[in-house]
């Protein structure tokens, strides 16, 4: 369907988070550019359409805490590594959207005033507001909460109407979809079901979270072209989780 005839947006404003894995390609490690400028065109073309964006991108393509824990290292410290891995995605993000012409704020949870401006929820506001994409880093700032966390957390804060989770499927299914054919693909579920199924949407205290703030969450996949924008058209193929 051409641009000119799509929908009017069924959300305001919306966070889009996606994992670092997102940005590595077919690489086994690190930021692949043309993935990252990739996802800036998808997250442009929904600013172009009036949405407000907030992001949130996790860490794991250089660094994950909880691996880094396991082998060993201090948990606290391995965390506070995987933030630091967030402020580079972040960062890289930043940079392909301002190529492309779009304003862009990075806000750090941890302060580094000379590459992110700090959390401040009122200016972050105020940012989206203005039109500008806000790239929220470092997780919360604390040890032991995950970025799916983070997510929820400043998605709620920031008055977000959905929390669109961009993975590599078209939804939540029962099943891993990619060892199992047979695998079933829910239109919608509630956050409840995905608790006691132990589906992997987000983590336990993502979903807990956005239940308790009647947050709805949207999973599709970040690998169909212009997949971001046709669903905040109505269209393509995702599931909501809801209450």
């Known amino acids: 369907m051409p641009e000119t005839e799509l929908p009017k947006p069924t959300f305001r404003r919306v966070l889009l988070k996606i994992s670092g894995e997102a940005l590595m390609g077919d690489q ?21 359409l009036g949405v407000e964006v907030c992001m949130v991108i996790g860490g794991g393509n250089i660094f994950r805490g909880l691996q880094g824990s396991a082998q060993g290292m201090e948990r606290t410290t391995a ?7 967030t402020v580079m995605n972040a960062l890289a993000m930043q940079s392909s959207l301002e190529e492309l012409g779009v304003f862009c704020r990075v806000i750090s949870a941890i302060r580094m005033d000379e590459v992110a401006e700090p959390y401040i929820r009122r200016r972050a506001v105020r940012h989206l507001e203005k039109k500008r994409v806000c790239i929220f880093a470092a997780g919360t700032g604390n040890p032991y909460f995950t970025t799916d966390t983070a997510a929820t957390l400043r998605a709620s804060e920031m008055a977000c ?20 054919a047979d695998a079933k693909r829910y239109d919608d579920i509630t956050y409840d079901e995905v608790l006691a199924r132990h589906l992997k949407v987000m983590d336990a205290s ?8 009647s947050l709805p969450i949207i999973v599709f996949s970040l690998d169909e072209p212009g ?10 193929t995702y599931t909501t989780v809801h209450a």
């Open 28 to 48: 086994g490690f690190g930021l692949h550019p043309p993935t990252v400028e990739r996802i800036a065109k998808e997250v442009k073309s929904v600013s172009d």
């Open 79 to 85: 965390d506070y590594m995987g933030m630091l891995a």
């Open 161 to 180: 109407e959905a929390i669109f989770k961009g993975t590599k499927v078209d939804g939540v299914y029962d099943k891993d979809p990619v060892q199992h």
């Open 206 to 213: 993502a979903i807990a979270l956005a239940r308790d703030n």
């Open 227 to 236: 997949g971001f924008r046709s669903i905040l058209a109505g269209q393509g």
